[in-house]
């Protein structure tokens, strides 16, 4: 049985940082492209990093790009989501995914190409 789970969401102050892990059992975590998703209250849930199965390339979303970083640890089976200079507008429910491809290419962003998804961990950014 696959499961996939997020930890690390809290509330912090804007201009903070976080640090967002997913552990995934059942599964060969190299054998998957990985990623985080993001969803706000009354808006629909957008592709916001992905990195391929051996951690070569990664992708980034331009609301993120330059203060989120995506890292994974295949020996481990554990992604994670350096988030720095955070902002209001971050505020969030954050999924890791793992999708059914191991190169991102150019399908990061669709949630059709998940394979599996944790089930979110939260996190608030106050001004």
């Known amino acids: 049985q696959v499961q996939v789970s997020e930890s690390g969401g809290d509330s912090v102050q804007a201009g903070g940082s976080l640090t967002l892990s997913c552990t995934a059992s059942g599964v060969r975590l190299m054998d998957y492209a990985v990623g985080w998703f993001r969803q706000a209250p009354g808006k629909e849930r957008e592709g916001i990093t992905c990195?391929?199965?051996?951690?070569?390339?990664?992708n980034y979303a331009d609301a993120v790009k330059g203060r989120f970083t995506i890292s994974r640890d295949n020996a481990q089976n554990t992604m994670f989501l350096q988030m720095n200079s955070l902002k209001v507008e971050d505020t969030a429910v954050y999924y890791c995914?793992?999708?059914?491809?191991?190169?991102?290419?150019?399908?990061?962003?669709?949630?059709?190409?998940?394979?599996?998804w944790g089930q979110g961990t939260q996190v608030t950014v106050s001004s």
């Open positions: 995914v793992l999708y059914r491809v191991v190169y991102c290419s150019d399908i990061w962003r669709q949630t059709g190409y998940a394979a599996y």
């Open positions: 990195i391929h199965g051996n951690g070569g390339t990664k």
